[in-house]
């Protein structure tokens, strides 16, 4: 994941038997460690004011989504609503995050509203991963499987609409930026963590570079390209 002024990402790294975050500048320089866990920390992500990263833990025992200071401190848990949370996403405007609940063996996106630790669930799929706030931060894209087959799906942060995109091959892992949708196709090859850079006109695969598909309004649904990419609103606009 980049930092917002894109000087420097935090990956996850398994040294020395572990899995921990790690922050490394953007020419490759000053790796350090950043958490300190005897579990395993993954699915880094920068608040939108650089002050935290957001990232998943099973330090507790079973995987949630902690935040620890940029500047240092403690690492502090965000979830309590259930068992299982994972892939944080932190909205535009830095007020909600959104991540992978586990309800009854069903895997669904939420969305916490960071000020006062209220969550809902936003869709009504059961193999939800990757979500991704688009730029005005009224919507969401994600990957959910249906009838066996990896699909795109897109929905407002406040549950009243959801979208399912269809594509070729099975798509996975999708990011938003402020102009293209990077998708991983896994029928073209495993491609994960697709990271979008700065603009979000470059993308950074952090584990293979296999495919890269380009959703773009070409390619995507016009009504629903322009509800991600339209100019920022408050999320409970009419």
């Not at 099973?58 to 690492?75: S, W």
């Not at 960071?114 to 979500?131: A, F, I, K």
């Not at 005005?136 to 066996?148: C, I, K, M, P, W």
Request: contains cysteine; proline residues 4%.
């Amino acid at each position: 994941a980049w930092s917002p002024d894109g000087r420097e990402l935090a990956v996850a790294l398994s040294r020395d038997g572990l899995t921990q975050i790690y922050r490394i500048n953007a020419d490759g320089s000053g790796l350090k460690r950043f958490t300190q866990s005897y579990g395993i920390d993954t699915e880094p992500v920068y608040s939108k004011d650089g002050r935290w990263i957001y990232f998943t833990s099973d330090r507790g025992g079973t995987p949630q989504i902690y935040r620890q200071p940029v500047a240092g401190g403690a690492a502090e848990r965000v979830t309590f609503g259930s068992s299982y949370a994972i892939s944080p996403d932190i909205s535009p405007d830095g007020m909600r995050m959104a991540y992978i609940s586990r309800i009854d063996a069903e895997y669904r996106l939420a969305v916490m509203d960071l000020s006062t630790g209220q969550d809902m669930l936003v869709t009504n799929t059961n193999r939800d991963e990757s979500p991704s706030f688009a730029p005005n931060g009224r919507f969401l894209v994600y990957a959910t499987e249906v009838s066996g087959r990896g699909v795109l799906g897109t929905c407002s942060a406040d549950a009243r609409l959801t979208t399912r995109l269809y594509g070729e091959g099975d798509i996975r892992e999708p990011a938003c930026g402020k102009n293209v949708i990077a998708l991983g196709n896994q029928a073209a090859g495993e491609v994960n963590d697709a990271d979008l850079v700065g603009d979000a006109q470059k993308c950074l695969l952090a584990h293979s570079s296999l495919f890269l598909l380009f959703g773009t309004a070409s390619r995507l649904q016009h009504s629903v390209f322009e509800k991600l990419f339209a100019q920022s609103v408050p999320v409970n606009a009419k």
